[in-house]
């Protein structure tokens, strides 16, 4: 590039303008070179102008201060005056001793005052954290006496149905009767008759009815107590005076009952139907082998079909679903089997608990000889 043509550059419109875009952004750079370093002068006087004196203290805290008592505030003598200053210095106060021997016997004669200035007495101030030992908490709650009348873990309670259950509903409440007192340790514990309420639970296992949990003894007064059972089966047969293989089973057996008695018999037939409707459509042999025509008969016909099959369907669903129930009708015995201790004396009566049990008139009677265990 010749000089020719730097000088054509700068004559041309663009030249100008990037001289002037160049000489714009020196002349604001060399402008905040000069503020920066003015700002920072005067941050620096103001430094060195500024005093400081937090955090100084002059005079002690525990000068004029001996053992806790007040000193004596007295300023020097200045030797020129002869006078104490305007300001005063705090000095160690120091009483003067009491007179003695002759001079205390001079001022005695003299009738002055003989009296002793009292020492100074140091004070001690008392601690503010003090210890103190709680006194033990007496426990005077002992462990609770034996009950005395009780059912045991593991007795097996004879009842009778009241009402009739099913599987059918989602919950049935069982309601039996107590067929024999119970007694323990020579007591009678729950008479005859006492009721107790338990529930069934949804759905059958084979033919039986399960019924578990939470069961209530209401007596005849009004008491309720709450406790855990599960049902087991009595079969007892009075023909041959003995029990069945099935006793003491789990659950309640009952009768297994059918939701409508032409349900299969419905499904079957649907069956039938859908296969037969399929089997009457016109077919043709051709070189792929036997297929269906197209015409309109063959198409009610297949329409059929599906019908008939997809009412089997819905009708085996049922049948699985809801087509067999359990019923134990009433008069049915079984068992309670107690799955936890049970004490009378915890009775409530509307939900209050008693104070005291409740006297019955049986409550001391003797039990009477067992009855042989083969007979019902």
């Not at 000193?71 to 003695?100: L, W, Y």
């Not at 019908?307 to 009433?330: C, M, P, Q, S």
């Amino acid at each position: 590039m010749n000089p020719r043509n730097i000088g054509n550059f700068f004559k041309s419109k663009f030249g100008l303008f990037v001289v002037f875009v160049v000489v714009l952004f020196s002349g604001l750079w060399l402008y905040g070179r000069h503020q920066a370093s003015e700002r920072e002068a005067e941050k620096l006087a103001a430094q060195n102008t500024k005093k400081i004196e937090l955090g100084q203290v002059k005079v002690p805290l525990n000068q004029g201060l001996e053992n806790g008592v007040p000193q004596q505030t007295r300023g020097p003598v200045s030797a020129q005056t002869g006078k104490e200053p305007a300001e005063t210095g705090i000095v160690t106060f120091r009483p003067a001793p009491p007179a003695t021997g002759a001079v205390a016997t001079a001022g005695a004669k003299a009738g002055g005052p003989t009296a002793q200035e009292p020492k100074p007495r140091k004070i001690r101030y008392a601690s503010l954290l003090a210890t103190y030992d709680a006194a033990p908490a007496r426990n005077e709650r002992g462990d609770p006496p034996a009950p005395e009348r009780f059912i045991p873990f593991g007795t097996l309670l004879k009842c009778k149905l009241v009402n009739t259950i099913d599987t059918a509903n989602l919950e049935t409440p069982v309601i039996a009767l107590l067929l024999e007192d119970v007694w323990q340790n020579g007591k009678k514990v729950i008479p005859a008759n006492t009721l107790v309420h338990g529930t069934a639970r949804a759905g059958r296992m084979r033919d039986r009815v399960t019924a578990s949990g939470a069961w209530h003894f209401v007596w005849q007064d009004g008491r309720e107590m709450v406790f855990n059972g599960i049902a087991l089966d009595r079969e007892y047969d009075q023909d041959i005076d003995g029990y069945g293989i099935t006793d003491g089973s789990g659950g309640i057996k009952g009768r297994l009952m059918a939701t409508d008695d032409l349900q299969e018999l419905k499904m079957l037939a649907s069956a039938a139907l859908s296969g037969f409707a399929r089997g009457t459509q016109d077919r043709q042999q051709n070189g792929l082998g036997t297929t269906i025509t197209g015409s309109v008969s063959n198409g009610v016909r297949e329409g059929v079909g599906d019908v008939f099959d997809l009412y089997a369907k819905r009708t085996l669903k049922d049948i699985e679903e809801n087509g067999y129930f359990v019923r134990v009708a009433a008069g049915k015995e079984f068992y309670v089997y107690v799955l936890e201790s049970v004490d009378p004396q915890k009775a409530s009566i509307a939900g209050v608990k008693l104070r005291t049990p409740a006297a019955t008139p049986d409550s001391g009677a003797v039990q009477p000889p067992l009855p042989n265990p083969t007979k019902g």
